[in-house]
């Protein structure tokens, strides 16, 4: 704790003095969070986990990410950045479960919506393909293997993003996992965490992302492209977001692959990648994936 008490007296002369002790705030693989009080006023302390940058993540791009976002009422508001630590408001919240985030599927869509349109501009990029590259390179400088999977997922990546031009670039936040959706007690509003993989990219890949990682099903598939979209879905953006979804499962194995070697958490990254990797192969096996590419170049 000695170091977070370092980052507590620095944020003492722009937020007021430090009161009571720091508290961990459950969730998370990456990171440790704590609330904290100073000045009367309580925040989220953000520690990074060690070489997250070797995990594609920019520090200052998630506190433009954050920032940009908190400015649409999306995202809590940055209170300050010290000793590489992201600092917000404590927001008084729950998270979702991925029934609820299903739930609340149109009101998630407008949100994204809101973010990729904001004109927000991230000094960093996110593309899958270029991700697993550079992971697969940090495993072999570390001297861990790629599992046999690896080589696969490759290829289906590279197949998914030839089919999707690159010519709608926005802002993005890349990591909608159910946790990072929470719902503010005092509004009941939903607002979006966890920015830190946030980058410059496809908007389709959030849809994708968000869909797989909570488990939607059709029907909240097209809840989710009608809600974004403002209109009833083309095939082309159903075909986008079921390669959206495999592609989000083929950048969650590499993460856990690459998480294996450099992360010193006690979590299972190899399990996790296993179970991305399969959910991957069976998208893939399936006979309308090639006519999903087809649709979607289009």
């Known amino acids: 704790m000695g170091?977070?008490?370092?980052?507590?007296?620095?944020?003492?002369?722009?937020?007021?003095?430090?009161?009571?002790?720091?508290?961990?705030?459950?969730?998370?693989i990456t990171n440790r969070n704590y609330r904290?009080?100073?000045?009367?006023?309580?925040y989220v302390v953000r520690r990074p986990g060690k070489d997250t940058e070797l995990l594609g993540i920019d520090r200052e791009t998630e506190?433009?990410?954050?920032d940009a976002a908190a400015g649409l009422g999306i995202a809590p508001t940055v209170a300050a950045v010290v000793g590489g630590c992201l600092v917000t408001r404590f927001v008084a919240c729950r998270s979702l479960g991925a029934r609820e985030v299903a739930d609340g599927v149109e009101e998630i869509a407008r949100l994204l919506r809101a973010f990729h349109d904001s004109g927000a501009g991230l000094p960093s990029s996110f593309w899958v393909g270029d991700l697993l590259s550079a992971y697969?390179?940090?495993?072999?400088?570390r001297g861990g293997a790629l599992p046999s999977a690896y080589e696969a997922a490759l290829g289906s990546a590279s197949r998914i993003e030839a089919a999707l031009s690159r010519e709608h670039v926005r802002p993005c936040h890349n990591d909608l996992l159910p946790g990072n959706i929470i719902r503010a007690e005092d509004s009941g509003r939903i607002?979006?965490?966890?920015?830190?993989?946030?980058?410059?990219?496809?908007?389709?890949f959030d849809l994708g992302n968000l869909s797989v990682n909570n488990d939607f099903d059709a029907e909240e598939n097209e809840r989710l492209l009608s809600a974004y979209h403002g209109h009833t879905p083309t095939d082309g953006q159903r075909a986008a977001l079921k390669l959206m979804r495999v592609l989000s499962d083929a950048r969650e194995a590499a993460w856990g692959v690459v998480?294996?070697?450099?992360?010193?958490?006690?979590?299972?990254?190899?399990?996790?990648?296993?179970?991305?990797?399969?959910?991957?192969?069976?998208?893939?096996?399936?006979?309308?994936?090639?006519?999903?590419?087809?649709?979607a170049r289009a």
């Open 36 to 42: 904290v009080t100073l000045g009367g006023g309580e």
């Open 136 to 141: 697969a390179e940090i495993v072999a400088r």
């Open 259 to 295: 998480q294996s070697v450099v992360s010193e958490l006690d979590f299972d990254f190899k399990a996790y990648a296993r179970e991305h990797f399969e959910r991957l192969r069976e998208a893939v096996a399936q006979p309308d994936f090639d006519e999903w590419l087809a649709t």
């Open 191 to 204: 607002m979006i965490v966890d920015w830190e993989y946030a980058g410059m990219g496809d908007p389709r």
């Open 3 to 28: 170091e977070l008490n370092d980052i507590m007296q620095g944020l003492e002369s722009s937020l007021g003095p430090v009161s009571g002790v720091p508290v961990a705030l459950d969730g998370g």
């Open 63 to 66: 506190r433009l990410a954050t």
